[in-house]
C-alpha cells in the first residue's frame, strides 16, 4: 500500500507555502498575532467582515454564564439571508451556488438567484405548515438540493433544523425526533444508492408509529418514485405544496444567540447526545474558516466538499461556509465507485473544482484501487487539498498530494468536531509550512494546549496527552439539547471549568506542531464517524440471544476503526448446535437495523466471558488486543485471570 517513492522528493523546501500562493491567500501570517493580542477585537472584526448584520452587535463575547456562551450580543441577523440573498443583492444572482451531480447521472445547475427563489418557496410553504420561529424540523433527506433548501428554509423562518443521516436506522430516527420534539419531519420517498434505488420514507413512517411522537406533517420530495405508504392527512408531496408557492419571501432578524440546528452525535454513553448550535457565532466562524483554510475565492473557485450534508461537515462547509461567501461548488449524490472508480476524479475535471475537502478513509481507499485511476483524468484545476474526520497517516497525505493535489497543493488537515461547530486546528495554506501527518496548530482566534493527567498544560515533544481548548470560540457548541448538566460533565470538568475537554488524545513534535492521536474516551472513529461503543453495546444486548456484550474499535486499514464486538449468549435462547456464523451475521444485521449500518460490528465473537475488573469494569484494552492480533497485555487486574485464555481458545487463537 505504501508507495516508496512518495516521500524521497519532499523536504522541507518543498513544504513551504509557494509565494504566488501567499500573495493571495486569504489567510495570513499577521492574524495569529492580531488575534493573540486582541482575542474578541479580532473576532469582532471577522463578524462584521464576513457577515451581513441586519442590526449590530454591542457586545463580542458574554462568557459571564460559563460554560454558556454568548456571542456577538446585541446582534441580529438572518443567516439565509446571509448566504443566499446578499449575494443576489451584490449583483451576483447568476453565479452558480451548486453544480448539482445526481446519482443517476442527471445534472441542475442552481444559480444564487435560483437558489433564493427556491429557498423562498420552501419558507413559505414550510408557514403554510404550520412552521414558525423556535420550531423543530426533522430532516432525514439525502444529497439532493432540496436538502439544502430545506435547511436554507429553516433558518430563513428561526426554525431549527435537525438533520439525520440517510444511513441510520428507524430506531436511530425516532430518538432523534423525540429528544427534539420536531414538529414536522422532510423526507424522500427513496435514495440512490449505488445506481439502486433505497426506500427512506418508510424509516419515518416506522419511527412516527411510537405513540409518543410529536411530528404533525411529513414532507414528501419524490427522487427515486419508490412505492411508499401513506398516512392521510399528515404525508405531503412536496410537489403538492412547494412548487406552486410565491418565490418571495421577506427574511426576519433574529438575534444572534437564535438557535439554528441540533444535530445528534455518540457520546460515551448510550444516549445521543444532540449538540446544539445558533446563528451569529456558527456562521461567522464557517464562514471564516471556509474563507482562511480552505481559501475559497468566491469568484474564481469551484469547491467541492465529499461529505454527506447529515454530518457537521455537510452542515458547515457544504451549507453555511461556502454559501455564505458566496462560493460555487459541487453537491454529488453518489458513491465514488458509482458507475466506476474514477467517478470523483471525472466530476473534478467535469467542473475544474479547484478546492476539495475529503477524508482520510476515502483517501485510502482510492490509495487501495491505485494511482492508475486519477492518472486518467485532469486534475490540475485542483489548488487546494483538505482533510478532515479523522488523523490522515502520512503515507495517505504523501499520495494525496502527489496523486491528486499534482504535487503541488497545500494540503490543509482540519481537526474539529461537531461540538466546535467549525474548524479549530489546522495549517493555512500559504501561510504555513506543512508537516504531513499533523493538523499542526490552532487557527488564528482560537487557543489550544495539551495537558498531562494531573491537569497540567506542557509542551515537551512526543509526550502524549489531552487536547483542550483554552477560550470560547464564535462557533462553539451551546449546550447539549435539554441537558445542560451533560453538557457541563463532558466538557467543562474533566480538567476543571476553565478547559474544553475535546475528547482526543494529542502530542507535540519536536517542531511544535500537534499530532490529534484519536480518541481517549469511548467512542470510535469509523471512516470520519463518531460511534460509541455503549451505544452498539446497547443495541446487541437488545438481540433475545444476547446476554452481555463488549465492543471496541480495532484499528482498520481503510476505516480507521472499526467496532469489532465480543458477545456471550443466554444459555435458554440458543440450542446447542447453533450455527455460529449465522448468528454472527444475524447480530451484525441486529446493530444495523438498531442504529444504522455504519454501525455494523465489523466481527462479532461468540465467547463465553468478558474480561472483567474486581470492580466489574470490562477491560476493553484487552479485547482490544485480540481484536487487532497482538499479544495481550497486562492481565494483572482481572478478577479472573483465565478468562482471557478462555477467550484465545474459542476464538481458536
Ligand atoms: C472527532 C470529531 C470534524 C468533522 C468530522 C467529525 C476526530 C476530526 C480530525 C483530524 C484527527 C480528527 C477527532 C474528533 N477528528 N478531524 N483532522 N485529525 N482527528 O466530526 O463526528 O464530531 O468527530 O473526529 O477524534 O474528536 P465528529
Given at each position: 500500500m505504501?508507495?516508496?517513492s512518495?516521500?524521497?522528493?519532499?523536504?522541507?523546501?518543498?513544504?513551504?507555502?509557494?509565494p504566488?500562493?501567499?500573495?493571495?491567500?486569504?489567510?495570513?501570517?499577521?492574524?495569529?498575532?492580531?488575534?493573540?493580542?486582541?482575542?474578541?477585537?479580532?473576532?469582532?472584526?471577522?463578524?462584521?467582515?464576513?457577515?451581513?448584520?441586519?442590526?449590530?452587535?454591542?457586545?463580542?463575547?458574554?462568557?459571564?454564564q460559563?460554560?454558556?456562551?454568548?456571542?456577538?450580543?446585541?446582534?441580529?441577523?438572518?443567516?439565509?439571508?446571509?448566504?443566499?440573498?446578499?449575494?443576489?443583492?451584490?449583483?451576483n444572482?447568476?453565479r452558480?451556488?451548486?453544480?448539482?451531480?445526481?446519482?443517476?447521472?442527471?445534472?441542475?445547475?442552481?444559480?444564487?438567484?435560483?437558489?433564493?427563489?427556491?429557498?423562498?418557496?420552501?419558507?413559505?410553504?414550510?408557514?403554510?405548515?404550520?412552521?414558525?420561529?423556535?420550531?423543530?424540523?426533522?430532516?432525514?433527506?439525502?444529497?439532493?438540493?432540496?436538502?439544502?433548501?430545506?435547511?436554507?428554509?429553516?433558518?430563513?423562518?428561526?426554525?431549527?433544523?435537525?438533520?439525520?443521516?440517510?444511513?441510520?436506522?428507524?430506531?436511530?430516527?425516532?430518538?432523534r425526533?423525540?429528544?427534539?420534539?420536531?414538529?414536522?419531519?422532510?423526507?424522500?420517498?427513496?435514495?440512490?444508492?449505488?445506481?439502486?434505488?433505497?426506500?427512506?420514507?418508510?424509516a419515518?413512517?416506522?419511527?412516527?408509529?411510537?405513540?409518543?411522537?410529536?411530528?404533525?406533517?411529513v414532507?414528501?420530495?419524490?427522487?427515486?418514485g419508490?412505492?411508499?405508504?401513506?398516512?392521510?392527512?399528515?404525508?405531503?408531496?412536496?410537489d403538492?405544496?412547494?412548487p406552486?408557492?410565491?418565490?418571495?419571501?421577506?427574511p426576519?432578524?433574529?438575534?444572534?444567540e437564535?438557535?439554528?440546528f441540533?444535530?445528534?452525535?455518540s457520546?460515551?454513553?448510550?444516549?445521543?447526545?444532540?449538540?446544539?448550535?445558533?446563528?451569529?457565532?456558527?456562521?461567522t466562524?464557517?464562514?471564516?474558516?471556509?474563507?482562511?483554510?480552505?481559501?475559497?475565492?468566491?469568484?474564481?473557485d469551484?469547491?467541492?466538499?465529499?461529505?454527506?450534508?447529515?454530518?457537521?461537515?455537510?452542515?458547515s462547509?457544504?451549507?453555511?461556509?461556502?454559501?455564505?461567501?458566496?462560493?460555487?461548488?459541487?453537491l454529488?449524490?453518489?458513491?465514488?465507485?458509482?458507475?466506476?472508480?474514477?467517478?470523483?476524479?471525472?466530476?473534478?475535471e467535469?467542473?475544474?473544482?479547484?478546492?476539495?475537502?475529503?477524508?482520510?478513509?476515502a483517501?485510502?481507499?482510492?490509495?487501495?484501487?491505485?494511482?492508475?485511476?486519477?492518472?486518467?483524468?485532469?486534475?490540475?484545476?485542483?489548488?487546494?487539498?483538505?482533510?478532515?474526520?479523522?488523523?490522515?497517516?502520512?503515507?495517505?497525505?504523501?499520495?494525496?498530494?502527489?496523486?491528486?493535489?499534482?504535487?503541488?497543493?497545500?494540503?490543509?488537515?482540519?481537526?474539529?468536531?461537531?461540538?466546535?461547530?467549525?474548524?479549530?486546528?489546522?495549517?493555512?495554506?500559504?501561510?504555513?509550512?506543512?508537516?504531513?501527518?499533523?493538523?499542526?496548530?490552532?487557527?488564528?482566534?482560537?487557543?489550544?494546549?495539551?495537558?498531562d493527567?494531573?491537569?497540567n498544560?506542557?509542551?515537551?515533544?512526543?509526550?502524549v496527552g489531552?487536547?483542550?481548548?483554552?477560550?470560547?470560540?464564535?462557533?462553539?457548541?451551546?449546550?447539549?439539547?435539554?441537558?445542560?448538566?451533560?453538557?457541563?460533565?463532558?466538557?467543562?470538568?474533566?480538567?476543571?471549568?476553565?478547559?474544553?475537554?475535546?475528547?482526543?488524545?494529542?502530542?507535540?513534535?519536536?517542531?511544535?506542531?500537534?499530532?490529534?492521536?484519536?480518541?481517549?474516551?469511548?467512542?470510535?472513529?469509523?471512516?470520519?464517524?463518531?460511534?460509541?461503543?455503549?451505544?452498539?453495546?446497547?443495541?446487541?444486548?437488545?438481540?433475545?440471544?444476547?446476554?452481555?456484550?463488549?465492543?471496541?474499535?480495532?484499528?482498520?486499514?481503510?476505516?480507521?476503526?472499526?467496532?469489532v464486538?465480543?458477545?456471550?449468549?443466554?444459555?435458554?435462547?440458543?440450542?446447542?448446535?447453533?450455527?455460529?456464523?449465522?448468528?454472527?451475521?444475524?447480530?451484525?444485521?441486529?446493530?444495523?437495523?438498531?442504529?444504522?449500518?455504519?454501525?455494523?460490528?465489523?466481527?462479532?465473537?461468540?465467547?463465553?466471558?468478558?474480561?472483567?475488573?474486581?470492580?466489574?469494569?470490562?477491560?476493553?484494552?484487552?479485547?482490544?488486543?485480540?481484536a487487532?492480533?497482538?499479544?495481550?497485555?497486562?492481565?494483572?487486574?482481572?478478577?479472573?485471570?483465565?478468562?482471557?485464555?478462555?477467550?484465545?481458545e474459542?476464538?481458536?487463537?
Amino acid at each position: 500500500m505504501t508507495d516508496d517513492s512518495l516521500s524521497t522528493h519532499l523536504d522541507r523546501a518543498t513544504l513551504e507555502p509557494d509565494p504566488a500562493f501567499t500573495a493571495q491567500a486569504n489567510g495570513t501570517q499577521d492574524m495569529y498575532a492580531a488575534a493573540e493580542a486582541d482575542h474578541e477585537g479580532f473576532w469582532a472584526e471577522q463578524g462584521r467582515k464576513y457577515l451581513t448584520w441586519a442590526k449590530d452587535f454591542d457586545t463580542t463575547l458574554d462568557w459571564s454564564q460559563a460554560p454558556f456562551a454568548q456571542w456577538f450580543v446585541g446582534g441580529e441577523l438572518n443567516v439565509a439571508y446571509n448566504c443566499v440573498d446578499r449575494h443576489v443583492e451584490a449583483g451576483n444572482g447568476d453565479r452558480v451556488a451548486i453544480h448539482f451531480e445526481g446519482d443517476q447521472g442527471d445534472t441542475r445547475t442552481i444559480t444564487y438567484a435560483d437558489l433564493q427563489r427556491e429557498v423562498n418557496k420552501v419558507a413559505n410553504a414550510l408557514t403554510e405548515l404550520g412552521v414558525g420561529k423556535g420550531d423543530t424540523v426533522m430532516i432525514y433527506m439525502p444529497m439532493i438540493p432540496e436538502t439544502v433548501f430545506t435547511m436554507l428554509a429553516c433558518a430563513r423562518l428561526g426554525a431549527i433544523h435537525s438533520l439525520v443521516f440517510g444511513g441510520f436506522s428507524a430506531e436511530a430516527l425516532h430518538t432523534r425526533i423525540n429528544d427534539a420534539q420536531a414538529k414536522i419531519a422532510v423526507t424522500t420517498d427513496g435514495q440512490w444508492r449505488r445506481g439502486k434505488p433505497a426506500p427512506l420514507k418508510a424509516a419515518v413512517d416506522e419511527a412516527l408509529e411510537h405513540a409518543d411522537n410529536t411530528v404533525e406533517k411529513v414532507l414528501v420530495v419524490k427522487r427515486t418514485g419508490t412505492d411508499v405508504t401513506w398516512t392521510e392527512g399528515r404525508d405531503i408531496w412536496w410537489d403538492d405544496v412547494v412548487p406552486g408557492q410565491s418565490d418571495e419571501h421577506t427574511p426576519e432578524a433574529f438575534d444572534s444567540e437564535h438557535p439554528l440546528f441540533i444535530l445528534y452525535t455518540s457520546g460515551t454513553t448510550g444516549k445521543p447526545k444532540g449538540i446544539f448550535h445558533t446563528s451569529g457565532g456558527y456562521l461567522t466562524q464557517a464562514a471564516y474558516t471556509n474563507a482562511i483554510v480552505h481559501d475559497v475565492h468566491p469568484e474564481t473557485d469551484v469547491y467541492w466538499c465529499t461529505a454527506d450534508v447529515g454530518w457537521v461537515t455537510g452542515h458547515s462547509y457544504i451549507v453555511y461556509g461556502p454559501l455564505a461567501n458566496g462560493a460555487t461548488q459541487v453537491l454529488y449524490e453518489g458513491t465514488p465507485d458509482t458507475p466506476h472508480q474514477g467517478r470523483w476524479w471525472e466530476i473534478i475535471e467535469k467542473y475544474k473544482v479547484s478546492i476539495f475537502y475529503t477524508a482520510p478513509t476515502a483517501i485510502r481507499t482510492f490509495m487501495k484501487w491505485g494511482h492508475d485511476i486519477p492518472d486518467k483524468f485532469d486534475l490540475s484545476s485542483i489548488r487546494v487539498l483538505g482533510s478532515v474526520g479523522e488523523p490522515i497517516n502520512p503515507e495517505a497525505w504523501l499520495w494525496y498530494r502527489k496523486y491528486i493535489g499534482s504535487d503541488k497543493a497545500p494540503i490543509v488537515d482540519t481537526w474539529w468536531q461537531t461540538e466546535t461547530g467549525a474548524i479549530m486546528i489546522s495549517p493555512l495554506p500559504g501561510v504555513t509550512t506543512l508537516e504531513p501527518g499533523s493538523a499542526q496548530k490552532p487557527i488564528p482566534g482560537i487557543s489550544a494546549e495539551i495537558l498531562d493527567d494531573e491537569g497540567n498544560p506542557f509542551t515537551e515533544a512526543e509526550k502524549v496527552g489531552y487536547l483542550v481548548l483554552t477560550k470560547p470560540w464564535p462557533s462553539m457548541l451551546r449546550g447539549i439539547w435539554g441537558d445542560p448538566d451533560r453538557y457541563r460533565d463532558t466538557y467543562w470538568s474533566r480538567f476543571g471549568p476553565k478547559y474544553y475537554f475535546a475528547g482526543d488524545g494529542a502530542k507535540y513534535d519536536e517542531r511544535g506542531n500537534i499530532w490529534l492521536l484519536g480518541r481517549v474516551d469511548d467512542v470510535m472513529n469509523v471512516s470520519g464517524h463518531r460511534l460509541s461503543t455503549a451505544e452498539i453495546e446497547s443495541a446487541l444486548v437488545s438481540h433475545p440471544k444476547v446476554a452481555e456484550a463488549a465492543v471496541v474499535g480495532a484499528n482498520d486499514e481503510t476505516t480507521g476503526q472499526a467496532p469489532v464486538a465480543f458477545v456471550i449468549l443466554r444459555a435458554d435462547a440458543v440450542s446447542d448446535g447453533e450455527d455460529k456464523d449465522a448468528l454472527s451475521a444475524e447480530l451484525r444485521g441486529h446493530v444495523g437495523k438498531e442504529i444504522g449500518p455504519i454501525a455494523k460490528p465489523r466481527n462479532v465473537m461468540i465467547v463465553s466471558e468478558l474480561p472483567k475488573t474486581r470492580s466489574g469494569k470490562i477491560m476493553r484494552r484487552l479485547l482490544k488486543d485480540v481484536a487487532e492480533g497482538r499479544d495481550i497485555g497486562d492481565t494483572t487486574t482481572l478478577a479472573d485471570s483465565s478468562v482471557m485464555n478462555l477467550i484465545k481458545e474459542t476464538l481458536g487463537g
